[in-house]
T-cell receptor, first 111, second 113 residues
């Protein structure tokens, strides 16, 4: 079952940073936080994941609080193509073995 | 090749028909998955195969029958479906089931009439 909570929707101006929050207050010590996104009518796409340290890749940055009960996904310069539903997921194992999707945040990037 | 290929992209079937959905990957992944996604809802996990063995069945009705003939292929056999089974069916794969990213296909949009 989904264990994370996210705001249902957010807007972001094109070119600005998009900061998407996620609460995972029940996360245990061996659970990771994963972020996926789903652009309309496409399959979900992996973005990033982390355990307790902040992570960065070519798509985004993941900031995890020290108590690990929440995290923020940052898209540094949002473009119109970043409009999608963003899912934050917690799980011990991954691949999709433990990927129970919550309702996600619908991000709309505005020109 | 970092793709998961699903065929067909669209399928319309009657309630008495038998059809199959196909999923293929050539990334050497040993875990493969089926998800079902209704409109405006998140994907729901249906089945997990690990090393060609069914490891998870999330209480899916028997009218859905998965098959993993080899490590690159995953099928979902459909029989006697109901209109409420109409949905987007997504296949995913990963290298293992521990701490690796999952790759999703574009899905098969199924309509049961």
């Amino acid at each position: 079952d989904a264990k994370t909570t996210q705001p249902p929707s957010m807007d972001c101006a094109e070119g600005r940073a998009a900061n998407l929050p996620c609460n995972h207050s029940t996360i245990s010590g061996n659970e990771y936080v994963y972020w996926y996104r789903q652009i309309h009518s496409q399959g979900p796409q992996y973005i990033i994941h982390g355990l307790k340290n902040n992570e960065t890749n070519e798509m985004a940055s993941l900031i995890i609080t020290e108590d690990r009960k929440s995290s923020t996904l940052i898209l540094p310069h949002a473009t119109l193509r970043d409009t999608a539903v963003y899912y934050c997921i917690q799980g011990v194992e991954t691949g999709a073995n433990n990927l129970f999707f919550g309702t996600g945040t619908r991000l709309t990037v505005i020109p | 090749d970092t793709e998961v290929t699903q065929t067909p992209k669209h399928l319309v079937m009657g309630m008495t028909n038998k059809k199959s959905l196909k999923c293929e990957q050539h990334m050497g992944h040993r875990a493969m998955y089926w998800y079902k996604q209704k409109a405006k809802k998140p994907p729901e996990l249906m089945f997990v195969y690990s090393y060609e063995k069914l490891s998870i069945n999330e209480s899916v009705p028997s009218r859905f029958s998965p098959e993993c003939p080899n490590s690159s292929l995953l099928n979902l056999h459909l029989h006697a479906l109901q209109p409420e089974d109409s949905a987007l069916y997504l296949c995913a794969s990963s290298f293992g089931t521990t701490n690796t990213e999952a790759f999703f296909g574009q899905g098969t949009r199924l309509t049961v009439v």
